[in-house]
């Protein structure tokens, strides 16, 4: 076996949530590239996902779900909907997650409520449901999505930092009691990145432009930076890596 097959996904099934667009999108058509089969949960359609993941001669699988009011049993049902369709799960990356922004003295209850249960909560029970299966079935990978803000906080933003904190935390609460089992939980934390999260930042051209001379690497990150990041953690190449928070960012953090 040569090096680059630790990097190969062939055989294996994954399940990204958030993946009709941005990094979840980047990630799943990722990851069918590298030739994994992959089930594509989103509230709006992830038609353009699923086409990509096609085109690169893997099976794809949409999954209609909104994480503000599904259930844990749903969520489970999820997982075994998954099971059902091709016998196995192998990969999930929980990188669906919202941004309200607002001053910490305006955020409102409903906002507040709707980062809690699609960052934090549904985070937490799809990772349950699927480390089920995975330790019964000898192990498996989990890819969360953090932030920057998970250490550094921000500014407008205190409630999505408190949830990419939480996320930070559950990545390595999990990782602590899983490695036995053959699982490895790990996440990614993004820097400024354009997608829709970020709308309100880069439609500004005075404020995108002033974080883009701040970051070292002179530029916004893109979904598809975090492509390679993402086939390492649901590879071979990671199986010692266990509640990392691998930090892509440009040298945000660094700077």
Request: charged share 20%; proline share 4%.
């Amino acid at each position: 076996m040569g090096v680059l097959d630790l990097f190969s996904l062939s055989g294996r099934t994954a399940l990204v949530t958030g993946a009709a667009k941005g990094i979840g999108q980047a990630i799943a058509i990722a990851f069918g590239e590298a030739g994994a089969d992959v089930a594509c949960l989103d509230v709006v359609p992830a038609e353009d996902t699923l086409a990509g993941i096609k085109s690169a001669g893997r099976r794809a699988l949409s999954i209609s779900c909104d994480l503000r009011t599904a259930p844990p049993a749903e969520l489970e049902a999820t997982v075994e909907r998954v099971v059902g369709e091709w016998g196995r799960l192998d990969i999930l990356v929980n990188s669906a997650g919202i941004t309200r922004p607002n001053p910490a003295l305006e955020i409102n209850e409903k906002d507040f409520d709707d980062e809690m249960l699609i960052n934090q909560k549904a985070l937490f029970f799809l990772s349950q449901a699927a480390a089920r299966h995975m330790a019964a079935a000898g192990g498996g990978k989990i890819i969360n999505i953090a932030s920057d803000t998970s250490f550094n906080g921000g500014i407008n933003v205190a409630t999505y930092a408190g949830t990419k904190g939480a996320v930070a935390s559950f990545t390595r609460a999990f990782a602590i009691e899983l490695a036995a089992t053959g699982i490895h939980v790990n996440a990614i934390a993004p820097g400024y990145t354009e997608t829709d999260n970020t709308r309100n930042l880069t439609q500004d051209p005075e404020i995108y432009e002033k974080i883009r001379s701040q970051v070292p690497a002179r530029r916004w990150g893109r979904p598809a930076d975090f492509q390679g990041p993402a086939v390492f953690l649901a590879s071979r190449g990671s199986d010692y890596v266990h509640g990392s928070v691998v930090i892509v960012d440009g040298g945000w953090l660094i700077r």
